[in-house]
Every structure is written in structure tokens, then in C-alpha cells.
């Protein structure tokens, strides 16, 4: 027989029941328990050549045989689980196939490994098919990962998460009625659903009744060889399977034979034998007895630990199972040594933060094992439970001082870095620093280079520097290279973050291309640090390649934290370069992410903020503002809390809520005056010094423009420097001094010109115009209307609703009264421009009182224009207007007014 792909018999199928001069066609498909068999049945009912056929289908092992087939066609033969067949059935089957008959497309499916006589499926003799008849065989596979993807997004949506669509694959070995099994499960989960969502699943009642009964009909004697395979729970050589069950000679090969053609075992492309489904070794372990359980772990771990080289993993499982409580912690030891050497940090993470938990691990094995666990949580990911077990072993008082310092340096990153607890991790470095200085001066060289870092909510700059130099003076006297590059790294980004010329130097210094994987690591955190700090000096082309380079060597050293700061340092970058198609999916993607890491999620928070701020989508923007990192509190880094207040101050203005803008204004300024890094303040002053003028505060205004300009005196900021000049055009504008003011919101719209960062040039060319606009100068009026109308373009192309909105209607009120189209056109039943820019505000949440403020108009206007917009489309909801109006257009070829 020729075994051949569903979709070419499916089309021979087709013809044979069209009865176009195709021959009669049986496929007999095969394929495992679960498979789909019956699915494929059910569908082959409902093909449409079907409906002219006599449809015939048969259950075998369900009753009698089907009678009264025509010996003509179409006849459509389903026949599900051959494999049950009784003699009867069988015969009454050949006999039908052996009568040649024209129109006959017979589809017969069975589990091969159930069947009584193997590569016979109709049982006995084979069966005479005639000569015109084609019989093929197809072979039911497993589902890939685009299958199993398919089944969760259409059982769980988006919330499927591709770990958990690799760990769903992964334990149900492809087999499709375990996947729709686990999903039902899953459709009950919160949230997303992740690889730990599939793990607590357990395992599928078909599923362990399944291999359970198999188990059940194999000879006694023959059990242990399944149990040992459960047990190992990977694919293995039949020597060590054996081994493992404890049989040999004669009866070790019965046994597996014996399991093999009972469907309990298979055996891989490699020869190794293994269960069908990985989830049955749960199901076979869990109905073991305790002591057989611990026997059998305890030979795994014997024949594991004779394999060259030892998986290390592997054997910390059955060691520990096997209650072999010095050989498991031996293991634990050996197994984080080996996956810290290759980058495998959060493996480290899972199995230290699992043995430090039991309180059989004694007390030297804790001192060695701790520190490794620390170092692995900074550079991997965060773990909560990490957190609480570094804060519990730092309590212990057995430990050395030294000991206690160096978890205590880790602990204190983890909380910064990671957690976002700033004010504990901050005194937890200082103790650190000194518990240190002592015995270990390279650690006490890490811990005072961090607190150097002026990113830290607390801290002047000063005390950023102090820190510095002690941290500089403990790194060489340690002599160690890799403390060396540590403090070099904060060193370079620490002067960047000052705007201090030198610091793109210390930057080129930094060994990357050194043959230490911790200095590697190091130089790499340099790297994306550097690239934070030049993208608030405002230089993105060179963040861009500093975030190239820093992530690669993050990626390759296995730094998943640094590599991961840098990706969402990334989203940043493409926020300020006006890369924003497809930014909002891109920051959501990351915040669901990195949900439990606020610190690292926060630039991806902020730019969502950002982001629907631009859009006009204000309730949004405030919340995304306010919630988690991206909200000034004391966990935020000093540079993103300046930027976050910024938006901030402009989301009350735009609402006209001068009091709360003040506030947010005031606030910001005293951190930044505390802080001392004036160049982070060009996304703060324009705004907080416009806040302070429409408050009637025009003092307080020009103090801060003038203790801004003071700060960043002699700093190489592209950005701050831009930022200058627009603080100094929103002076000037209060002012009355309309021609001052266009010069410098020139001035500054050349600066983000030039250094590629398209919405604040906008921005500042909008307000330009309008000042040119408000002169008289009919010169100057041509040129702001020509620069207006650009505007709009460009917000329109970024994609920014509410500054397109605000920029026409701004032109629209400049326009000279010849150029404007005289009388009201007519849309009709369609929406006109007007009524469909009102819609828009509208559904983005905005009032009435906020939509005039925008397109200068009266409340009483645009309460009219959305009365009739909302009687055009039919609706009686504000918020279904836009989309209504869009279905409303597409189905019309030439929409009016477009």
C-alpha cells in the first residue's frame, strides 16, 4: 500500500464520488489514540460531494455490520476504530470491498498499535481488493506548533502565550485530544496563560484512563519496564531501560515486547523507547507505590550518573526523589555550575531557589549554593520567591560576614534593578558596601558603582560622585578585572547621563571583545546604559548602535535582564524617532511581558502614556501615567519621572486644569533641582514653565528657565539645548514678544530636526506658526498658514489625532476668509469632515468642554455636530460614532466631502 498526503486522496476521493471515470478508492488512515481519527470521519461526512452520495459510516465494535451497500455508486464507506473490529465485522467488511464496484470511496481508520494482527488491519488473511480498486494509507501525525497555536487561539484567544503553546506541544507529544483536554482546563485560567498554567494542568482523565488500562492488560511481570520509562521520562536506550526496571535476559525482552505491541511504549527515530504522550508518565508515576517510586528513581539515577557527559539535571530529580539527600545537593551544585557557565540563568534561578527551600540542604552546601543563586537572579530575570529567599539567609546570623555582603550586594540590585523597591535597595547596597570593603573589595567595588548610577529616584549628584571615586579606589585595590569594568561601565554612563563630552570615549573603551564572560556581561551593561543616557542627550543614531552592540553581548554572555532593559530602551528610541507604526502592540507585548518587572517595563509604560496623550485619549494616558513604574513615585529612574511629569503637566493643560498642572510642576522641579542632572529636564521645562505662566507665576517661570539654562551650561545635549530654546519661545510668547518667540521655536524645531525626532519639531513648529500667525506681518502669516498645513501633515502621518485636530483647527480660524470655500457643503446621510473630527474626539473618551478647547469651538457647536452625527449613523452611543461612520463609507464607492 502507498501511503500518501490527506489532501491528494481527499481530491481522488472527491472524483470518486463524482463518478467522473475515477477508480473506486479505500485509504486506510492509522494513527494513535487521540489523533483526530473520528474528526477526520466527521468532516469527510460533510465535504459537499458527500450530499450526492449514500452516506455510509460504521463504528466497528458498536453492533452489526452495515447492509444493504449498492453495488454502484457515489457510495461514501466511513468506518471508524478498525482496530475494534470483531470477526464478523471484519468479514462483512471484505466483503464489501472485494465486490468491484464503481462510485465507492471507502475511508477506514485504527489505531495500529492496538490492532490484533500488526500491518493488518481487516485482521486474518489479506483481503482480495480488486484489481480496479486504490487502496492507500495515510498516516495521522501529530499536530506541529502552528496546530496546537491554532487550538489555543481559538480556545483562549490571545492570552495564549508561545511558551505556552511550546510547553502545551511539548507534554502532549502533538496528540490532538490532549491538547483540546488540557485547553478546557486552561479556559478556566486568569490572565495569560503561561508554560506554568499548561505544568499545573495535571493530567487529562482520557489520557490516564488510556494508558492506565494498557498499563492493566499487560502481564504483571511486565509492568516495571513502563514504570522505568515513567520514570526516566525521556526518550532512552532499552539497556538502560532495563537497568532502570530492574529485569534482564529472557523476561527483559518479553517485557518489551510485551509493552510495545501493547501501545504502552513506542520507539523514537533514534531506536530509544519512550511512552506515547509525555503527560502519561505523570499518570503511570502518580499510581506507583512510594517505595517501588524511590527504588526506581534511585536506579535512574545510578545509570545517569555513569553517562558521559552526566546531565546533571536529570540527576538532581532522581537523586532527590530517590531521598539520596547528599548526592541530590552534589547534583544542585553540579547543575549550576554547568548552566551558569553557559548563560542558563534562569535554570539556575528555578533549581537553587527549589533546594534552598528545603531545610535538608545543610548548612556549608547553603553557603555555596546562595551566592550563585544571587548572582543568577541579577543578570536572569526577577523571581519573587528569589527575593524572599535572599532576604531570609541574609537574617542568618551562621553565615560570615562576607557571605552575608555578597547576598546582600545581590539582593540590593535585584530590588533596584528588578523589583523596583529603590528606598530598601538602597540602604541594602550602602550595608552591602560596608559588610564588603573588608574582604571582598571587588563586590564592594559593584555595590558603590551602583549607588553611583544617578538614575536613583534619591541622591544628588554629588553623592552619585562620592560614591564613584570609592567605588574606583575599592576596584583596584581588588585587582580584579572583571570589578574594574564593573565600575568602568557606570562610570561611562554616569558621565553620559551628565552630557560630560569624555564619557563617548570611556564608552570605546569598555572590553567587549574580552574572553571573560562576567567582564563581557559588564562592558554590556555599559553599553545599554550608555545608550539610555544618549538617548535623553538626544543622540539616536549613536543609542541605536550602543543598544546594537549592548544587547547582542548581553544576549550571548547571557545577561537576560540587560538584554531585556535594552529592548525596552529600544521602545523609547522608536518613540523619540517617530517610529510609532506599530509601537502601541509592540509596548503592550512588552508590558504583559515583563508584568511582574515594573522597572524594566517602565519606558514601554511611559510611551503608552505618551502615546494616547497624542491621540487624545487622555483617560487612557493618565492611567498609563500613573500606574506601575511609569508613575512619579519613588521607584521611578530620576530621567523617566522628569519625562512622565512632563506628560503629566500637558494632560492638565490640555484639559485646562492649570491647578493640578502647577502641582505635577512643582513636584518635578524639586527632583530634578535635588538631583543636579539638568539635562534631563527637556522633557519636563517647556511644560512645567508654561504651567507656571498660565498660572499668573511669570517669577517662578523665568527662575526655572533660568536655573535650567545655568544647569545645562557646557553639557553636550542635543536634546536639552532644544529643549532651551522651546522653554525660552513659551517665555517669550506670555510675553507678547511674538517675534522673539518665533526665533527660538525655530530655533529648537531645527534642533529636532536635525537630530531626527519628528513630533517635538512639530510641536515646536506649530507654535511658531502661530506666533508668526498673531504678528500682523502678512509675510509672516503666508508662511506660519504654509507651516501650519505642514503640520498637520506630519502629526497626521505619526499618527498623532489630537495635535492633527488641534493644528487644523487652528488653521482653519488663520485662513484669510477669500480662501475658505463659501457656503455649507452637503454630505447628505454621511458624515461631513467637522462632524466626523468631533466623532473621533468624542469616542476617545474627551467632553464636550475638551473637544471645543481643541478645535476652537462653542460647547453648544460641538454638542450639535454630535447630535447629527449620531442621527446619520443611527446610533445612540458617542463611542460607536467612528466606527459606524467607517462601515458607512466603505460601502460607498465615492463618499461625499472626500
Known sequence: MVTVKEAAWKQRLRRALMCEGARPLLVLAEGAAGTGKSHLLRGLAGLPEACGALCVTWACGSGGPPSGIPDEGPVLLLVDDLHRASAAESDRL?????????????????????????????????????????????????????????????????????????????????????????????????????ATDVDHAGVPVRLAELVLSRLAKLPEEHHAVVWAAAVLDDPVPGPELLTVAGLSGKASRAALTSALTGGTLVVDGEGRYVLPVPLAAVAVRDHLPWSELQELHARAARVIARRQPVDWTALVRHRRAAGQVKGWVRAVGEAAREATATGRHQEVIVLLEQALASPLVPQGARDRLAPVLARSA??????????????Q????????????????????????NQVGRTDLGWRVLERAAEELKDDRADLAARAMAALAMPQ??????????????????????????????????????????????????????????????????????????????????????????????????????GGEYVARIGLSTRLLLEWNTGRWSGLVARCEAFVDETSDMPVVSADARMVLGLHALAQSAWGRAAEWFEAGAAAVTEGTAAPLAAAASGGLIRLALARQDVVTAVAEAERAWERLTAKGVWVWAADLAPWAVEAMVRAGKAARAEAMAAAYATGIEGRDSPAASAGLEWTRAVLAETQGSWGEAVLHYRRAAAAFEQMRRPYSRAITAEAAARCELTTGNDGLKAQGLAELAACVQAYTDLGAAWDAARARAELRIRQPSGKRPRGRPSYGDQLSPREREVGELATRGLTNREIADILHLSPRTVEQHIARAMQKIGTASRTALVEADGEARSESPHPAGE
Open 94 to 194: 471484505r466483503a464489501v470491498l472485494e465486490i468491484p464496484r464503481s462510485g465507492l470511496a471507502a475511508v477506514m481508520t485504527y489505531r495500529p498499535e492496538e490492532s490484533a494482527r500488526p500491518g493488518l488491519p481487516l485482521g486474518g488473511t489479506p483481503a482480495r481488493y480488486p484489481a480496479e480498486l486504490a487502496v492507500l494509507r495515510h498516516h495521522i501525525e501529530a499536530w506541529n506548533f502552528d496546530q496546537v497555536g491554532e487550538a489555543v487561539t481559538e480556545a483562549i484567544g490571545e492570552r495564549g502565550t508561545p511558551e505556552a503553546v511550546a510547553r502545551l506541544l511539548e507534554r502532549s507529544g502533538g496528540v490532538a485530544q490532549v491538547v483540546v483536554d488540557l485547553l478546557t482546563v486552561l479556559r478556566d485560567t486568569e490572565g495569560r496563560c503561561t
Open 378 to 391: 541579577v543578570v536572569g530575570l526577577r523571581s519573587d520567591q528569589t527575593v524572599r529567599v535572599l532576604s
Open 393 to 416: 539567609l541574609i537574617e542568618d546570623e551562621t553565615l560570615s560576614v562576607a557571605i552575608r555582603g555578597e547576598l546582600r550586594l545581590d539582593l540590593g540590585l535585584l530590588l533596584h
Open 456 to 557: 536613583w529616584p534619591t541622591g544628588s549628584l554629588d553623592q552619585h560622585l562620592s560614591w564613584l571615586r570609592r567605588a574606583e579606589e575599592a576596584a583596584e585595590a581588588s585587582g580584579i578585572e572583571a570589578a574594574r569594568v564593573a565600575v568602568a561601565g557606570n562610570r561611562a554612563s554616569l558621565a553620559m547621563c551628565c552630557g560630560d563630552p569624555q564619557a563617548w570615549r570611556m564608552v570605546k573603551q569598555l572590553p567587549t571583545d574580552s574572553s571573560d564572560r562576567v567582564v563581557v556581561q559588564h562592558a554590556a551593561r555599559g553599553l545599554c546604559n550608555a545608550a539610555d543616557a544618549a538617548i535623553w542627550l538626544g543622540y539616536y543614531e549613536r543609542a541605536e548602535d550602543l543598544l546594537a552592540e549592548g544587547i547582542e553581548l548581553s544576549t550571548r554572555s
